[in-house]
Antibody, heavy 120, light 108 residues
């Protein structure tokens, strides 16, 4: 079935790095753009980044620009989020979501999320 | 950046009642590029409505969306027990994508 599964979350100290992964299955990976959306504890949804369906374009929220990098690997149907210089306010559940072809579109399938805690 | 404001913050209703949720944008949302999501505790968001009024696959017809420009509405005609959740609007017509702060629908 159509599925997105995130992994890679954990507890990390401020200033350190972490890499999240999202593995897609059940659909044609190359037809979709992929997003990371995060949710801080008890808060709302915040869009983080998107990579286009062909992988040539990526866009970021101002809050993570220059610190986070999104990428995709068609050989194993994965999307990654490399996070550097992590701060306490990056603590959140990180969701992977897909959009059909367009980078700015509605997100019809979401993963269950992976939790990142930035704490000393 | 388009800022979305949702009202009310919390809506306390009983099963069977009608829920009307509002989403207002700080500037016009192009081509009605607005979606609604439902989120239950401990779960990922679920797409309900896109292009302001089109129900996503498998969404019951008690959910309906309307609006254009800067004012959008999600209506749940008769609340079922499983509808008590938080609802977010999202605009995707302009970069960056933005979400509203959410409306919690809880049991009165």
């Amino acid at each position: 079935q159509v599925q997105l599964v995130e992994s890679g979350g954990g507890v990390v100290q401020p200033g350190r790095s972490l890499r999240l992964s999202c593995t897609a299955s059940g659909f044609t990976f190359s037809d979709y753009a992929f997003h990371w959306v995060r949710q801080a504890p008890g808060k709302g949804l915040e869009w983080v980044a998107v990579i286009s369906y062909h992988g040539r374009n990526d866009y970021y929220a101002d809050s993570v620009k220059g610190r986070f990098t999104i990428s995709r690997d068609i050989s194993n149907n994965t999307v990654s989020l490399q996070m550097t210089s992590l701060r306490a306010d990056d603590t959140a559940v990180y969701y992977c979501a897909r959009t059909f072809r367009l980078s700015h579109y509605y997100m019809d399938v979401w993963g269950k999320g992976t939790t990142v805690t930035v704490s000393s | 950046e388009i800022v979305l404001t949702q009202s009310p913050g919390t809506l306390s209703l009983s099963p069977g009642e009608r829920a009307t949720l509002s989403c207002r944008a700080s500037q016009s949302v192009s081509t009605s590029s607005l979606a609604w999501y439902q989120q239950k505790p401990g779960q990922a968001p679920r797409l309900l409505i896109y292009v302001a009024s089109i129900r996503a696959t498998g969404i019951p017809d008690r959910f309906s969306g309307s609006g254009s420009g800067t004012d959008f509405t999600l209506t749940i005609s008769r609340l079922e027990p499983e509808d008590f959740a938080v609802y977010y609007c999202q605009q995707y017509g302009s970069s960056p994508i933005t979400f509203g702060p959410g409306t919690k629908v809880d049991i009165k």
